[in-house]
Each structure stands twice: as structure tokens, then as C-alpha cells.
């Protein structure tokens, strides 16, 4: 089956850059997203559709890719980014979404 | 504002049988593809079925295929996933999650309802 590849974890102090990486062969044909899942809480939407943030989300979190790689970069992190990040796209034939196994970052 | 509201979930034992809920508010219910997804304890997330926005064309994950049904009453703004054949590895929180449009992304979320499959 399908899989896309993330980091278990990334570590940054306040005021870096953090980047999260995603790959997986099919992701140049599918769009990427990328949610953010604090503790207890439902997951949040902050790239979809590769590059595009929600007017809710601070400009601050990005979205690129270079062939089967997709990252999302938050620029300035702030205490509050800490969080667990999943990519999520779909296999080749466009049907059945995929997630990754999920990124803890953390503030330090 | 989109809302999504999860209801259903319960404590049971394996080979149960259950029935899940998803009430939506907020956007025209009948113009978007829905998703299930779960997310078992202290694991990553799992997407586990959608369905098209008139109901035509539904799919699951291998994990549940053949034993959880999708469907939904677009005059009730509703979505349901009916549970059958319940494993212990069934145990996670179940989410609703309104699709993107003409994409395999969810773009809202409930804040799931939890399903615990135990002896």
C-alpha cells in the first residue's frame, strides 16, 4: 500500500525556522496538505492544496515541493506552533487519501 | 461557519455493531465529497472511508473494507458510518471531515467521537 514518509520528530527554538518534510512517490501527481493536531484536539488544515494557507492560519506557515518531496516551513516559530503535523495526500489513481505517520515538533 | 458534530460512539465488545453520526452546519452539505477518519490512541491519524456528494461512489480502507458502510442523508445534512464485525483494533477516535473540492484533502473537522472495542 501507499505510504508517505515523515520525520518522527523536529526540534527547533523559538524564533527559527521550522521545516517538515513528506515524501512519497505518487506526490507529484496529488495534492498535499498538511494539518496541525494539538493535544486533545481535532486536527487543523493550515497548507492545502500544496501552497495555500487559510485566511485563519498565520503567514508564517508555508508549503513547497521538489519532486516526491513535499515540506511545510514555519517561519519564526512561536511556542504555540508546538504541535504534531501530518501530511496527507492520495495514491496515484486520485481515490484514497494517505497520511504520513505524523511529525511531533517541538519548541525548545 | 462550518460545524461538524460526532455522536454514536460507545463502549463495546467485539463483534459489536454501531452506528456513527455526523451532523453539519455552516455550508451546502450536498456539494461535498465526506470522510471518516480515525485516530487510534496515542497513533497517527488513518482516513477510513468517504463518499461522493450525492451518495454514487464510496470507498474504504483496506482495513475496514467489507465490514463498515458510508452514507449519508443529504435532506438531513447527515453522514453515518455503520460499524459491523468490531475488532479491538477498531478502538480510536472517529472523525467527520468535510472534503475539498475536487481533492482528496479535509478542510474541516469534527472533534470526533470515541469508539472503544474491549472485553
Known amino acids: 500500500s501507499y505510504e508517505l514518509t515523515q520525520p518522527p520528530s523536529v526540534s527547533v527554538s523559538p524564533g527559527q525556522t521550522a521545516r517538515i518534510t513528506c515524501s512519497g512517490d505518487a506526490l507529484p501527481k496529488q495534492y498535499v496538505y498538511w494539518y496541525q493536531q494539538k493535544p486533545g484536539q481535532a486536527p487543523v488544515v493550515v497548507i492545502y492544496?500544496?501552497?495555500e494557507r487559510p485566511s485563519e492560519i498565520p503567514e508564517r506557515f508555508s508549503g513547497s515541493r521538489t519532486g516526491t518531496t513535499v515540506t511545510v516551513t514555519i517561519s519564526g516559530v512561536q511556542a504555540e506552533d508546538e504541535a504534531d503535523y501530518y501530511c496527507?495526500?492520495?495514491?496515484?489513481?486520485?481515490?484514497?487519501?494517505?497520511f504520513g505517520g505524523g511529525t511531533k515538533l517541538t519548541v525548545l | 461557519e462550518v460545524q461538524l458534530v460526532e455522536s454514536g460512539g460507545v463502549v463495546l465488545q467485539p463483534g459489536g455493531s454501531l452506528r456513527l453520526s455526523c451532523a453539519a452546519t455552516g455550508f451546502t452539505f450536498d456539494d461535498y465529497t465526506m470522510h471518516w477518519v480515525r485516530q487510534a490512541p496515542g497513533k497517527g491519524l488513518e482516513w477510513v472511508s468517504q463518499i461522493s456528494w450525492d451518495g454514487g461512489r464510496r470507498f474504504y480502507a483496506d482495513s475496514v473494507r467489507g465490514r463498515f458502510t458510508i452514507s449519508r442523508d443529504n435532506s438531513e445534512n447527515s453522514l453515518f458510518l455503520q460499524m459491523n464485525s468490531l475488532k479491538t483494533e477498531d478502538t480510536a477516535l472517529y472523525y467527520c471531515?468535510?472534503?475539498?473540492?475536487?481533492?482528496?484533502?479535509?478542510?474541516?473537522w469534527g472533534q470526533g467521537t470515541p469508539v472503544t472495542v474491549s472485553t
Open positions: 496527507q495526500s492520495a495514491d496515484i489513481s486520485g481515490t484514497y487519501p494517505v
Open positions: 471531515g468535510k472534503g475539498d473540492s475536487s481533492s482528496s484533502g479535509i478542510v474541516s
Open positions: 492544496k500544496d501552497t
